[in-house]
């Protein structure tokens, strides 16, 4: 079974550029998640998906970053314009369960992003 | 709020040593715990879960953790550790909402 794909694995901009991140879950999976990990910090979610509508985005800084889920199946995650404290690792998740933080959560690899 | 925390950040043991990794969590209300484990280059991955029941609860790779709810802990055990197991180890805990994850503990197993 393949897992969660993520792209680009690595991406250096400098502040004020933008930036976008693709996911595509593992199929059939209903819920899709972003998180982001600041170095020695644990994932913190940015927002959740179930299908193609949004269940939670409130720790999503709106003014500058934005997802979507057109289809219910892969996703984009964007930030414009980039900040030095938006270097993190932005990881996407998928569960199969549709709504329920039972945790059973399948993660991609991420993709790391610099901000110079 | 929510939130969980990790006593120690870095954690170095010899093989064979026995290895406790301390969490606990801060919530009101009924949780779903788990650990994940993310080895050098590889992606997140379940290693234990607590939803209901005996609060001992075994994973893969000969890990187990105990659910104290009195102590709000959750801690990660192995009584033997390995090379292989070198990797940053996190706790989280589901509620209705999120999943909650604490800031990891990295731990180094030496040869």
């Known amino acids: 079974e393949a897992g969660v794909a993520q792209s680009p694995r690595y991406k250096i901009i400098e502040k004020r550029q933008s930036v976008a991140f693709w996911c595509n879950p593992i199929s059939g999976h209903a819920t899709l998640y972003w998180y982001q990990q600041i170095l020695g910090q644990g994932p913190k979610l940015l927002i959740q998906?179930?299908?193609?509508?949004?269940?939670?985005d409130s720790q999503l800084p709106k003014d500058r970053f934005s997802a979507e889920r057109l289809k219910g199946v892969d996703s984009t995650l964007k930030i414009q314009p980039a900040k030095l404290e938006d270097s993190a690792v932005y990881l996407c998740a998928s569960s199969l369960v549709a709504g329920d933080n039972t945790g059973e959560l399948f993660f991609g690899e991420g993709s790391r992003l610099t901000v110079l | 709020a929510q939130s969980v925390s990790q006593h120690n950040h870095h954690v170095i043991l010899s093989e064979a040593a026995s290895l406790e990794l301390g969490c606990n969590y801060s919530?009101?209300?009924?949780?779903?715990l788990f650990w994940y484990v993310q080895y050098p280059g590889q992606h997140l991955q379940l290693l234990l879960k607590?939803?209901?029941?005996?609060?001992l609860v075994k994973g893969i790779k000969g890990f187990e953790a105990e659910f104290i709810k009195s102590k709000f802990s959750f801690n990660l055990r192995k009584p033997s550790v390995q090379w292989s197991d070198t990797a940053e180890y996190f706790c989280?805990?589901?509620?209705?909402?999120?999943?909650?994850f604490g800031s990891g503990t990295q731990l180094t197993v030496l040869p």
């Open positions: 607590y939803f209901s029941g005996d609060p």
């Open positions: 919530y009101g209300g009924t949780v779903n």
């Open positions: 989280a805990f589901g509620s209705a909402r999120q999943l909650t």
């Open positions: 998906f179930q299908n193609n509508g949004v269940v939670d």
